[in-house]
């Protein structure tokens, strides 16, 4: 089975970039099953899907993030990796890594991490 843990900051200052890291076990981040998410929920809101990153590389991040946000991976040690420029408070939140298995539209969660934005 498919396990998720993110590590990285938990807190970050205004302008500086965060990065987090989702290392992952059970299965690989080359594997075509999967697609692998970054998402996040800010205090009192909702789910915010970020951006994934596929098997061959390929990246998809959304329109409001695409100018600031990278995501990438290391295959050697099976781990895929957010970068957030530039950030404000209001980036404050629980950030989760994702895979789904494209196949069944089945989704496995990391715990979460909470990255506070603050000077």
């Known amino acids: 089975q498919v396990q998720l843990q993110e590590s990285g900051p938990v807190l970050v200052k205004p302008s500086q970039t965060l990065s987090l890291t989702c290392s992952v076990s059970g299965g690989s981040i080359t594997s075509s099953a999967y697609a692998w998410a970054w998402i996040r929920q800010p205090p009192g809101k909702g789910l915010e899907w970020m951006g994934n990153i596929r098997y061959d590389g390929s990246t998809y991040v959304v329109p409001s993030l695409k100018g600031c946000t990278s995501i990438s991976r290391d295959t050697s040690k099976n781990q895929f990796s957010l970068q957030l420029s530039s950030v404000i408070p209001e980036d404050t939140a629980v950030y989760y890594c994702?895979?789904?298995?494209?196949?069944?539209?089945?989704?496995?969660w990391g715990k979460g991490t909470l990255v506070t934005v603050s000077s």
């Open positions: 994702n895979a789904k298995r494209t196949q069944y539209n089945m989704d496995y």
